[in-house]
Structure formats: structure tokens, C-alpha cells
């Protein structure tokens, strides 16, 4: 089958394609499979994670319908927007 | 004088306007939009609690807990947070949606790949494969529609949405999550990848399809732009985020054009958007509106996400050494931080957990954000007329005639605006009328989640590093978001300060109490 575009022939002295694309995986492996592992265990990341789950914050969250926490936020502005009214 | 445009852009590109309007993406994009978020309000209306009585009076019931412990002076935050919660879950149960199992992304996990895929209800792999038969039954349909060949997508799609999967796994390790390095970045970096190094392969072809997925999501995001939650906070809450962010969008564009002349004028507006607005989900909502090139979209969504993640960081810091106090830093990260989810983990930073102030300080961030990320209809209608009426001419450089402009409108954006009105509302007829839309959007948001990622790994899989990187050719991009959040910051500080101290101060008290 032929491949689309971008620079996929090989160059002397650079790897070929396939070797270029098994380093990339290799990396990502390593990366997330001990790198960030144990980034996670460091007291500063851990107290982080912790915090926004026990607050139910997602801070990948695109849009405010994604975050766990608005059903909660709602119910509080629901509240103060009655007491403005009294 | 105004900068030249290049000829891409000032000149329209007629293929494809002259075929039937009926066939086009964008149209498609609205019936296979509209054709999910009908199917979705059926089954949930279908699927109504025959007596929602004993519900209702728990509620009311807890409204009179609440009532009673917010005279209580030894009341305690956890103690309301905790009937609060009981009262949102009450509140979700007034309204089941049966088909919300068939739907799922991936769970996150922090050692393990595989506690991705495992949940409590054991609904995550059902979730995946309903996910991938629902976008390709859409699709298929939606090919055919348009007059594409199908045959060879079934396949293709397989491939694109294993890269998708494989992004979202990448973007739900902790770390990476909890540090905003969203999805569409992976799965940006997961196309390139493959692109980069052995090629796309030629029968992935026929599921590249991201102007599609990206349309198809919009329509979908429509029935989460609710309207009516504009006045979430009253009068502070607008003029903060509908007076301090278009100012702040079209002062930014105005820069880019005439100070920095940046040469391609949707590449501006795509960064404008994303750093007024509301970060990745504005830049793909202008960049679809503004016909912006797939490479535009990539730079404007890495540069959101880059300074996300630092500001996310540092404007806690900023808040507490200046004082602030709870309303004022959550107003100024709300208006100011682009991706919600940061928004809210940085309004999390400003007061130790528990206590009323980290409380208010979540609630008012996370309101502004709301705010803004309702602006998003109105912005991307905005630049899509803008842009038919003012930036594409016909060769002769004459303006297009009425005819004209409504021929080259992105007509999904009126589908968008459709399922927005029409689950506006909804949301607006009482206690179950909420609970039907927020049933029905929990399924949307996870389709939309699909289609986007799919939409980026599609990026990815037409990229060359050599394109990207002549987008940063003199480094005018990264000046426009650096003067643009400056100037975004002083403003939004100044209005923050002025409605909350100035000119409705009893509002800010308010919010401190429970």
C-alpha cells in the first residue's frame, strides 16, 4: 500500500521509517509506564491528584458540562440567586 | 492600511458551492447531529420515572436540611457540601437515560493501562464498542449522504479510532491529566507520529475525516451551550465574561492584523478565541466557523494548552501573594485560565480544602468559566459572518451579494445554535427539565469526545512537522497569545475589581456565605 505524504523515505544516516516509528512507541512506553508512574508518588503531584479528586475536579474538563463537580456549583448559585431574591 | 491576505484566503474556494447544498458536510453534519440528540431527548422522555413524587418531596426535604443548617452558626462547609450533593443526585435521578451505558470513554489510571478499561459497573469496554458502532453507523450514513464512497471506511475507521483510543489512554494517565495535557494534544502527536515516520497508509484514508467529526461534534456540543445559565452569577458574572472577552477577542485580532500583520487572518482569529474564550473547545468552534487550516487549529491548540498549564500554576500563587481573597482570584482565574478543567483545578489551589473560602473560590471560577463557555455560540456565529461578508471576496475583491453569503455560511453552525435553543429550553422548565438535559448530555459529551479526538488524530495523520513549523516562522503566534493574555489578564483584573468592589460589592459578600 502506499503511505500519504510527510517525510516517510529514508535519508542516509537517519533511521528507516518503521525503526523511527518503534523509537517514538519505545519513548511513550517508558514515559508512561515508569516516567509518570513515579511522578505520581512525589508528595507534590500526589497532594495534587488528591485534592482535585476529593473536590471533584476533572482538569482535563474542555467544557464546564465536563467537570463532576457542576451538578454541586449549580446547587450553590441555585441557592444564592434565591437569597438575592428574599 | 490593512494587511494583504493571501490569495488562499481572499479567494473562495468554489469547488464544491456549485453542488447540491443538501449533499454538503456541513448539512450532514446537522442531520447526523440532531438525528443523535433527538434519538437521546426520545429514550430519556420515554424512559421518564413513572411517579417522580417521592423524589421531588426528598428534595424539598433536603432544601429544608440545608435551610435549617445555614442557621446553624456551628454549621461546618462538609456538612452543606454534603447535602448538596445528596440533593444533586436526587435531583439526577428525576430523569434516566437508558442508552447512557452504550456510550463510554476511557477510565483514568495512574500505574496500570489496563484500570482504564475497568469500572465499577463493568460498563467501560461496552461503552468503547457502542462508541465505535454508533460513529461508524453515523458516518457510514453521512458518506453515503454526501455522495462518498463508503466502501473501505468501515475498515479505515477501525484503524483511526484505535488511534484515537490509544490518545485517550495517553491523556487519562494521572499525571498528564491533572496537569490539563488534554486529549486533543495526543492524539495530535499520535498522527503525527505515524505520519512522520512511516506514512499514513492509504486505505487509513478514507476515515481522515476531520472537518466532519469536528462539525458533527459541534452540532452536539449545541445542546450543552444552556443559555440561560448566562446569569449564573447576575450582572458581575456578564460583565466579566461577555464584556471583558469579546473586547479582549477582537482587541487581540486587531493586533494580530495590524501591529504584528500576521499573514494568515484565521490563524489570528483562531488564537484570539482560544485565549479569550474558552481554549481548545473555542478554537475548534472559530476555526470550523473561519474555514482555518487543520495546522492553525494544531498551533493555536498547543500554544492554549502549553500556557494553560503554567498559568494553572502560577495564578494561585499570584492570587495569594496579592491577597485577593476568594472572590476576586476565582473571578480573575475564571475570566483569565483557558481550559475550564485548569479553571477549576487552580480555583482548588487558592484556600486550604474544606474551608468555606476554597468553596467560594471553585464556585465563582468555575461560574465565570461557564459564562465564557456559553459565549462559544455566539462567537462562532459571529465569525462565521464576519468571515462571508468581510474576509472572503471573489477574485474581483467585490463584496458577495446576499445569495453569495448564505452559500458559503458553515450552515452547521445553525444546527449548533438549534440544539442550543432548543435545550436552553428545556433546562428552563423546571427541576425535570434539567435533569432531561443533563441526562441526555452526558451522552453527548461523550460522543462529542470521540468525534473531536478522532477529528485530531485525523490532524495528525495529514501533518507534516515541516507545515507546522512555518507556522511559527518568526514566532508572531507565540507574541499574539503572550500580548493578547496581558492584556486579558489587566482587563479582566480591572472589571473583577470593579464589579466586585465597586459597583456590587453585596455580591461578593454573598458568595461567601453557604
Redesign the interface.
Known amino acids: ?8 523515505h529514508s535519508e542516509p544516516g537517519r533511521l528507516a ?2 525503526a ?2 518503534l523509537a ?1 512507541v519505545a519513548v ?1 512506553a517508558a514515559t ?2 515508569w516516567a ?2 513515579q ?2 508518588e512525589t508528595p507534590s ?1 500526589r497532594q ?2 488528591d ?2 479528586e ?2 471533584g ?11 463532576p ?9 441555585g ?3 434565591e ?2 431574591e428574599e | 492600511m490593512e494587511p494583504q491576505a493571501s490569495p488562499s484566503e481572499t479567494e473562495v474556494e468554489y469547488e464544491g458551492l456549485n453542488a447540491s447544498p443538501w449533499r454538503s458536510e456541513d448539512v450532514w453534519a446537522i442531520w447526523l447531529g440532531w438525528a443523535v440528540l433527538l434519538l437521546l431527548l426520545a429514550a430519556t422522555i420515554l424512559s421518564h420515572p413513572q411517579d417522580n413524587a417521592p423524589r421531588l418531596a426528598a428534595i424539598e426535604q433536603l432544601d429544608g436540611q440545608i435551610d435549617l443548617l445555614r442557621q446553624n452558626p456551628s454549621a461546618t462547609p462538609k456538612q452543606f457540601e454534603e447535602l448538596i450533593k445528596r440533593k444533586a443526585e436526587v435531583t439526577a435521578s428525576l430523569a434516566v437515560n437508558p442508552l447512557k451505558r452504550f456510550l463510554s470513554d476511557v477510565r483514568d489510571w495512574e500505574s496500570n493501562p489496563l484500570d482504564a478499561f475497568r469500572s465499577k459497573d463493568g460498563y467501560v469496554l461496552v461503552g468503547i464498542m457502542g462508541a465505535f458502532v454508533t460513529v461508524l453507523a453515523l458516518f457510514s450514513a453521512g458518506l453515503a449522504g454526501t455522495g462518498e464512497r463508503v466502501r473501505g471506511f468501515p475498515r479505515a475507521f477501525l484503524g483511526v479510532f484505535l488511534l484515537a483510543l490509544f490518545a485517550l489512554l495517553l491523556a487519562e494517565q494521572k499525571v498528564v491529566k491533572h496537569y490539563n495535557l488534554e486529549y486533543a494534544l495526543w492524539a495530535l502527536i499520535v498522527g503525527l507520529m505515524i505520519s512522520n515516520t512511516v506514512g499514513t497508509p492509504a486505505w487509513l484514508r478514507p476515515a481522515v475525516r476531520t472537518e466532519f467529526y469536528i462539525k458533527t461534534g459541534l452540532v452536539l456540543l449545541g445542546a450543552e451551550v444552556l443559555i440561560n445559565r448566562l446569569l449564573a452569577l447576575g450582572i458581575p458574572g456578564v460583565f466579566i465574561s461577555w464584556v471583558v472577552t469579546p473586547t479582549v477577542l477582537i482587541l487581540t485580532y486587531l493586533f494580530g492584523q495590524y501591529v504584528l500583520r500576521i499573514p494568515s487572518r484565521s490563524l489570528n482569529m483562531v488564537i484570539s478565541a482560544d485565549m479569550s474564550v474558552c481554549g481548545v473547545s473555542a478554537a475548534i468552534a472559530t476555526a470550523a466557523a473561519c474555514k482555518a487550516k487543520k495546522e492553525e487549529l494544531s498551533l493555536a491548540v498547543g500554544l492554549s494548552l502549553a500556557f494553560t498549564a503554567v498559568m494553572m500554576v502560577v495564578m494561585p500563587g499570584v492570587i495569594k501573594a496579592l491577597d485577593l481573597g476568594p472572590v476576586l482570584g476565582g473571578a480573575w482565574i475564571g475570566g483569565t485560565i483557558d481550559s475550564t478543567g485548569a479553571v477549576a483545578a487552580a480555583g482548588g489551589m487558592l484556600y486550604e480544602q474544606g474551608t468555606r473560602e476554597a468553596e467560594t473560590a471553585v464556585t465563582v471560577a468555575v461560574t465565570i468559566k461557564m459564562i465564557q463557555n456559553i459565549l462559544i455560540g455566539a462567537v462562532a456565529f459571529a465569525v462565521a459572518v464576519y468571515w462571508v461578508t468581510r474576509v472572503e471576496r471573489s477574485a474581483s475583491g467585490e463584496r458577495p451579494s446576499l445569495m453569495e453569503v448564505w452559500r458559503r455560511f458553515p450552515k452547521f453552525v445553525l444546527g449548533f445554535l438549534a440544539a442550543s435553543l432548543l435545550f436552553s429550553y428545556i433546562e428552563s422548565q423546571g427541576l425535570e427539565g434539567r435533569s432531561t438535559v443533563s441526562a441526555v448530555t452526558a451522552s453527548t459529551k461523550l460522543l462529542r469526545t470521540w468525534l473531536f479526538c478522532l477529528a485530531f488524530v485525523s490532524i495528525g495523520l495529514e501533518t507534516n512537522f515541516r507545515e507546522l513549523s512555518r507556522f511559527l516562522v518568526g514566532g508572531k503566534p507565540l507574541v499574539l497569545y503572550v500580548c493578547g493574555q496581558a492584556l486579558n489578564l489587566a482587563l479582566s483584573l480591572t472589571m473583577v475589581w470593579l464589579m466586585f468592589t465597586k459597583v456590587f460589592p453585596d455580591a461578593g459578600l454573598q458568595l461567601l456565605n453557604p
Open positions: 500500500m502506499p503511505a500519504y505524504n510527510c517525510s516517510t521509517p518503521g523511527r516509528l517514538c511513550m508512561w509506564l509518570l508512574p511522578l505520581a503531584v495534587m491528584i485534592r482535585n476529593e473536590l475536579i476533572d482538569p482535563s474538563a474542555k467544557f464546564y458540562s465536563e467537570l463537580l457542576m451538578p454541586r456549583v449549580m446547587e450553590r448559585l441557592r444564592h440567586s437569597r438575592s
